[in-house]
């Protein structure tokens, strides 16, 4: 079933600004400028699940300093740690694997890690980090072959066959966003 934005943007008002409506918004915010957070809010937010906007409800009221809204970047940042949102969602990861680090990662074989970390936690990863992503990189080769192999002979369960569909749905999304940047060069 999918979902429209607007059908999306109604449920997060329903479970989340609705019941929040009593709050004031912060001080030296227009009326305009918090309307418009709240919009930008009601729209980013819609990746959620009925659960976790429940929880980021919660989260709000408790954060709620005299009944005044949280900052907008907060309650962003409190969403991703409930529920990181799709990868097409995420303009960090999608950016990155687009660029000559993404391209390169991707030549070298450790892009799906690059991707994944990219998603959680945002920032540029140093050459340390990278070393490591690339290790990383070479267990996940080396499990995703044995994962291979155990298919082959029957004797999968569950947890690796949804460890290895994760990793290669990664890998399509990585694909699909390389080659639209290819695409846009190309045109």
């Not at 009326?31 to 699940?49: D, G, M, P, T, V």
């Not at 080769?141 to 029957?154: F, V």
Request: with cysteine.
């Amino acid at each position: 079933m999918t979902v429209t934005k607007a059908e999306a943007e109604a449920r997060v008002a329903a479970l989340l600004m609705d019941p929040l409506a009593g709050l004031a918004r912060p001080r030296g915010t227009s009326a305009e400028n918090h309307e418009k957070a709240l919009a930008r809010l009601r729209s980013w937010l819609a990746y959620l699940s009925d659960e976790n906007l429940r929880g980021l409800h919660d989260l709000i009221v408790r954060h709620a300093v005299k009944g005044i809204w949280p900052a907008e970047a907060l309650i962003k940042h409190w969403a991703t740690m409930l529920q990181l949102p799709p990868p097409r969602d995420c303009d960090y990861a999608r950016s990155l694997i687009r660029s000559a680090m993404g391209r390169q990662a991707k030549a070298e074989g450790w892009a799906v890690e690059l991707f994944q970390i990219a998603k959680k936690l945002g920032p540029p990863p140093s050459k340390y980090f990278m070393a490591g992503l690339k290790d990383e990189a070479e267990r996940n080769r080396r499990r995703r072959q044995i994962i291979t192999e155990n298919i082959e002979a029957g004797l999968t369960g569950a947890e690796d066959r949804r460890w290895l569909a994760d990793w290669h749905q990664d890998m399509a999304e990585i694909e699909a966003i390389q080659a639209q940047k290819a695409e846009e060069d190309a045109a």
